[in-house]
């Protein structure tokens, strides 16, 4: 076999890349994290603590790579697009408008007139 001086390097190195490669999936879990953050925040979700927990791992702020931060800002841009009316938040507050007394003595009378016209109800 290995003479104990290869072997102990050989351990060594070994030891040196599991080092290298948990540091690099403490980083990935870490930036996954930050992007459901993001994704909670935006959507006014409950945040987890384990979000926290692999950001405080990672050594807490965490540098999200290009594609991962290009998808948060473009999840942000479409929310500040919806704040310009244009979103689901638009119709629920058109929705507020509604007369709704009216819409209730409209769809009554709608009922009333089938009644009127169809012998089985």
Known sequence: GMAREEFEEYQRQLL??????D???AQ????????????????????DERDDAQ????????E??????????SEEDEEEEDDDGTGAFAFLTKLREVDLPALRDRALGTVDEVKEKCTLM
């Open 28 to 47: 990935r879990k870490a930036e996954r994290a930050t992007v459901r953050m993001h994704l909670r925040d935006k959507y006014h979700l409950a945040q």
């Open 16 to 21: 040196e890349e599991k080092i290298e490669r």
């Open 64 to 73: 999200l790579p290009q594609e991962l931060a290009g998808m948060v800002q």
């Open 23 to 25: 540091k690099a999936f």
């Open 55 to 62: 950001l405080h791992v990672a050594g807490g702020v965490v």
